[in-house]
């Protein structure tokens, strides 16, 4: 199918009518920006074919600017060696025509089912075409952003794929599966599911019926193992219950549990002597202590009473040695506050020699900054009498400037006047002889000239009459009068302006500008040089000399400082006389501090030696150390006597420990309860147990549990045979499937050739597998496959395309028409894998006419194709 011509008049986005004519073959490219119209022309050739004109919804086609808009398209094609001419108008007064070659000719209802059984596809029954009617053209027609969409517009097209699969293949497969897999996958998944071959529907009720079966049968048998080991369990009893009644083991407890008390009382009591003794003779030890502390304490003082009275003599030899620094101290504090009064004077004098340096330069500074502003005064003087001259001339050239700009105006008018009036008036070229002349209203003409003719004019010829000659159709008249008011304005303005032509005003204007210039530079310098002007800058000067005279009276006023030292070296000798003052004082302070420390550390020890002394001629009696001394060995024979005791009394609390435990009363006590206890127990479990064995005996358990065995073989066996028969039909199906899996692989040849062919330009050494209906279902590269929904956007946007292509080469090939048509599809695409999709184009349009719309031409202008700009295509309003 080729596109020759196409006509859009009010359409969606355009008003009046858009043609394009003269569509390539091949290839044609629609650019223009956003919102240029290049969908709205896509989507005026999918209306045009695929929806009905009577359509009640086509609403919306009408233009927003043009609310009584009549929608109409037209296009002129070729199918083959035949053409067509498709007219359709909408919304109001809706109809079809389709002229076949001239000749033939159809509308309505009959042409819209004649286009779509020629282009292939289905038309809707009521309302809009929706995607399952696309057929063939729904899916070479790519919407904007569809791109990657191929299962969908594939499924609604897969009749018509597979009937041109069988047209090329020889083969006829009915939407991929025959007769008989159907009716077996019917037979099959009447018994287990599609996917997982589960059981279902009868199969699964009896698989039901027999779990349940079992359950009940293990269930019963359960039980009966249980009744049989109950009964078991109850003879153990009944022996058990006649062995403990005859011993009756917990008297004998009893017995223990009463010598167990006795033993016991007598463990307390041994505790109780050990407990006592040991009291007893911690006393004896506490005393030994306090008495040998007491003797500890003596000894001690006597040493410490040594010691105080040789130190007294230490800190009276300190104190004298103090006093006697102190005095030799007092003569050297006196030399160094003499130093310190002579390096002052110094000093004050090293400042008065820097103060009068000083000064000396401030002096020669000011003078400096004196000859500055003398010299700025005068340039600054100067700088104004030129600003003056040039502020006179400034106003001697002064330029109105609207008048200015007013009069060029009128230039440019007159300009353009007399060249249309030159353009539009007529000519009159005259030759006339030497001494003739002509005159033509009040204008005489001689030689050779031109002359032009506004309006009505008598040309006079002498001896002969006048010729009036009057313009046909010329508004020369009106020019002329234009011109003459633009003359008489002009005129106004250059005496205003004061001068002769545009030319001399443009000049005046310039010197104007230049005096206005110059004078902005040399009030920027002035105010550079003065900026608070020559009267400040001059007081500026009066009080700079009047400072330098001051300076000039303070160096004078200053006594004479030939002889004084530097600065540093008298604050040196002032840094050191300070130094050794405050080393002098701060030896006094530190003789000062030990003297007193001294006789204070010595009235101290005086006091401390008296008083122990007193205290111990008050303790030193030797009746009462002779009494102590005596104490002390009676209270250690105490202490050894009570030791001998608590070993005798430790051994008998062994002996008894070893024979008795304090919690064997417990132990025995408890022991004979639960003898008691387990024999009350024993008696209510057997007469438990005898009642539930006489009910169990009672319900007729064997009995049902053969009814439930005679169940469970019966459903084994119609199980059985419900899994043969699954099986059978599984491996049936299976057969049949693979049969056919084999003939569609034959059928789907031609097209899996084409998507290999067009899928290798983008990914070399690639395939892509084809699903049953014939949509590409695994991208095969690089030893490994992908399904394409976990391919990225742009590569299925790629592939998109790409299996388009092959499906229009199968369709092709099979006789039925195609279009391809891509309304912004590369968009999501690189620079390298562009240039692979181009070359698949240029590949493609050797076959199919392909209309390509995009905002981006620069990225499609090297196809070897003209684009076509929407912008620049003919729109009659």
């Known amino acids: 199918m080729k596109l020759k011509r196409l006509l859009i008049e009010d359409f969606k986005q355009f008003t009046g009518q858009v043609r394009i004519d003269d569509l390539d073959p091949g290839l044609n490219i629609f650019t223009g920006p956003n919102e240029a119209g290049k969908t709205s022309i896509a989507t005026a050739v999918r209306t045009l074919f695929l929806e009905k004109h009577r359509s009640s919804t086509l609403r919306h086609l009408v233009p927003w600017q043009a609310s009584s808009g009549q929608p109409r398209i037209e296009a002129e094609f070729a199918v083959g060696s035949c053409h067509y001419l498709l007219r359709k108008s909408f919304v109001v007064r809706s109809r079809c025509e389709l002229i076949h070659d001239g000749q033939h000719r159809m509308e309505g209802e009959e042409a819209e089912e004649a286009l779509a059984e020629l282009l292939r596809f289905s038309r809707p029954v009521r309302g809009s075409a929706a995607p399952e009617h696309g057929g063939v053209p729904g899916l070479l027609w790519v919407t904007q952003g569809q791109a990657q969409d191929v299962e969908n517009p594939v499924g609604h097209a897969a009749t018509y794929l597979r009937d041109a699969l069988n047209q090329l293949s020889g083969s006829r497969v009915e939407a991929g599966e025959d007769v008989l897999i159907a009716a077996v996958r019917r037979e099959l998944h009447e018994l287990v599911t599609e996917k997982t071959r589960k059981p279902t529907q009868h199969y699964a009720a009896v698989e039901a019926d027999l779990e349940r079966a079992l359950r009940d049968q293990q269930q019963l048998q359960l039980q009966q193992a249980q009744f049989e080991a109950e009964i078991d369990r109850l003879s153990k009893l009944e022996a058990d219950y006649d062995d403990l009644s005859r011993r009756k083991p917990w ?106 340096q000083e000064w000396r330069e401030q002096a020669g500074l000011r003078q400096k900054e004196v000859e500055r502003l003398q010299q700025q005064l005068a340039q600054s003087r100067d700088i104004g009498e030129r600003l003056q001259a040039f502020t006179l001339a400034a106003h001697a050239d002064a330029v109105d400037v609207d008048a200015l700009h007013r009069l060029r105006q009128l230039e440019a008018e007159l300009a353009a006047l007399r060249a249309r009036l030159e353009t539009g008036a007529t000519r009159i070229e005259y030759r006339l002889q030497p001494g003739r002349a002509l005159r033509m209203d009040d204008q005489t003409l001689d030689g050779t000239g031109q002359a032009l003719i506004t309006g009505r004019t008598l040309l006079h010829l002498p001896d002969l009459g006048e010729i009036s000659i009057v313009p046909a159709a010329s508004d020369g008249a009106v020019l002329a009068a234009q011109a003459d008011d633009l003359v008489i304005e002009r005129a106004g303005l250059l005496q205003a302006l004061g001068a002769q032509n545009l030319a001399d005003a443009e000049n005046r204007f310039q010197r104007w500008q230049d005096a206005r210039r110059e004078m902005e530079s040399l009030e920027r310098l002035l105010q550079a040089h003065a900026p608070q002007g020559c009267d400040a800058l001059a007081r500026a000067v009066e009080n700079e000399q009047l ?100 070993e005798q009394a430790r051994a008998e609390l062994d002996r008894l420990a070893a024979e008795t435990g304090e919690q064997d009363v417990d132990r025995y006590q408890r022991s004979a309860a639960l003898q008691r206890e387990a024999h009350t127990r024993q008696k209510v479990a057997l007469a438990e147990l005898r009642g539930k064995l006489e009910q169990l005996g009672a319900s007729g358990l064997g009995e049902r549990l053969a009814d439930v065995n005679a169940e469970v073989e019966q459903l084994q066996r119609r199980r059985a045979e419900l899994k043969l028969r699954a099986d059978a039909l599984a491996m049936l199906h299976d057969m049949l499937v693979e049969e056919r899996d084999r003939t569609v692989q034959r059928l789907q040849a031609p097209l899996a050739e084409r998507m290999a062919h067009y899928c290798r330009r983008l990914f070399p050494q690639s395939d892509l597998n084809l699903q049953d209906n014939l949509a590409p279902a695994l991208l095969n590269r690089d030893g490994w496959g992908a399904e394409l929904n976990y391919l990225s956007f742009g590569t299925r946007e790629q592939l998109g395309i790409l299996t388009r292509l092959a499906y229009a080469d199968l369709l092709k090939e099979a006789g039925v028409p195609t279009l391809l048509m891509l309304d912004d599809a590369v968009v999501h695409t690189d620079a390298a894998r562009r240039e692979r999709i181009k070359r698949a184009l240029l590949d493609a349009m050797q076959r199919h006419q392909i209309l390509l719309f995009t905002c981006h031409p620069e990225a499609w202008d090297d196809l070897g194709v003209v684009p076509r700009s929407i912008g620049s295509m003919r729109v009659v309003a």
Do not use: F, N, Y
């Not at 003779?281 to 304490?297: K, W």
């Not at 111990?616 to 250690?636: F, H, T």
């Open 251 to 356: 008297e004998a407890l009893e017995q223990k549990a009463e010598q167990a008390k006795v033993s016991v009382a007598a463990l307390r009591d041994a505790r109780v002597r050990l407990e006592q003794l040991q009291l007893l003779r911690a006393g004896a030890h506490d005393r030994i202590r306090l008495l040998q502390e007491r003797e500890r304490q003596r000894l001690e003082a006597l040493s410490a009473l040594a010691a105080l009275e040789a130190g007294q003599s230490r800190t009276a030899i300190e104190a004298a040695e103090a006093a006697e620094a102190l005095a030799q101290l007092g003569g050297a504090m006196g030399q160094a506050e003499h130093a310190i009064q002579v390096s002052r004077d110094a000093l004050q004098q090293a400042l008065a020699a820097e103060q009068a």
């Open 547 to 646: 400072m330098l005279a001051q300076l000039a009276q303070r160096l004078a006023q200053l006594p004479d400082v030939g002889t004084a030292p530097s600065r540093h070296d008298a604050e040196a000798a002032v840094a050191e006389a300070t130094a050794r003052l405050q080393q002098c004082q701060r030896r006094q302070q530190e003789l000062h501090t030990a003297r007193a420390a001294a006789e204070a550390r010595l009235r101290m020890q005086q006091e401390q030696s008296a008083a122990m002394r007193a205290r111990m001629e008050a303790d030193g009696d030797a009746d009462a150390r002779q009494a102590q001394q005596l104490e002390l060995a009676s209270a250690v024979a105490a202490e050894q006597a009570h030791a001998r005791d608590i």
